[in-house]
């Protein structure tokens, strides 16, 4: 349930919305599921999307810590300052309270949150000021799914790298890699941005929910 801005509850903390307005660029939410990263990544993060070039018209925080562990961020002073310049941004953010069952529960909420599309970025990852301008370029009629490159300690060039889903278990992925080639892909890892329900995520996995995005883009792939 909808829980207004000012309030506590369990359930979703959301900005009040203003009128809608007529948008030149297709409405996009930016995802971010989290769990355990109030005080490392998740502020870097938020920051992130708001540096944007091209802003997303929302955020949505997953939020899947347990309830013992859970924070009010709008109590907290350094996310007090980001959802300020959300604010300023013009950019519509809400916190959904998980239950504990898997980031894929929480990317399932944003792909049916009737967005054309959903930019899904982890918690531990920063995006440069230019990403999602860069991913929405690429999104012409015929691409469910776009993703960059995604700097991984350990990974430079892109000698191995494969786009291959066949070659998932023995080749480094090639999002890890330098390099700024447009490639058609099996799978997307980590962080992309995709059209929204289209397909869904596979809500039978775990709570580790490992390999959740490749399956998710590689159905994308096969709904052509």
């Known amino acids: 349930h909808n829980v207004p801005a000012k309030s506590m509850g369990i359930g979703v903390i ?42 997303p018209d929302a955020l949505m925080i997953y939020d ?7 924070k009010d961020i709008r ?7 980001l959802l300020e310049m959300l604010d300023r941004a013009k950019i519509k953010w809400f916190v959904v309270f998980g239950a504990q069952l898997g980031q894929h529960y929480g990317h399932q909420e944003a792909n049916h949150r009737e967005y054309k599309y959903v930019w899904r970025i982890d918690d531990d990852e920063v995006a440069e000021p230019d990403v999602l ?21 350990g990974f430079g ?3 191995g790298a494969s786009p291959k889903l066949e070659r998932i278990f023995n080749s480094p992925n090639v999002q890890w890699m330098d390099g700024s080639k447009v ?28 390999r959740e995005e490749t399956l998710f883009t590689h159905e994308l792939k096969r709904k052509g």
Request: some cysteine; hydrophobic content about 30%.
């Open 64 to 70: 899947d810590n347990t309830e013992a562990d859970r």
């Open 75 to 81: 109590e907290n002073e350094t996310y007090g300052y």
């Open 133 to 153: 301008e860069k991913l929405l370029s690429h999104m012409k009629d015929d691409v469910g799914a776009v993703g960059g490159a995604v700097k991984t300690r």
């Open 157 to 159: 060039g892109s000698n």
């Open 183 to 210: 490639m058609e892909v099996d799978h997307l890892h980590s962080t992309f941005l995709y059209r929204a329900g289209v397909v869904d995520y596979n809500l039978e996995l775990s709570p580790v929910a490992h």
């Open 14 to 55: 959301q900005k009040g919305q203003k009128p809608e307005t007529k948008q030149e660029k297709p409405s996009v939410l930016c995802s971010i599921c989290t769990k355990n990263r109030y005080d490392s990544t998740l502020p870097l993060a938020i920051q992130s999307v708001i540096m944007q070039t091209v802003k």
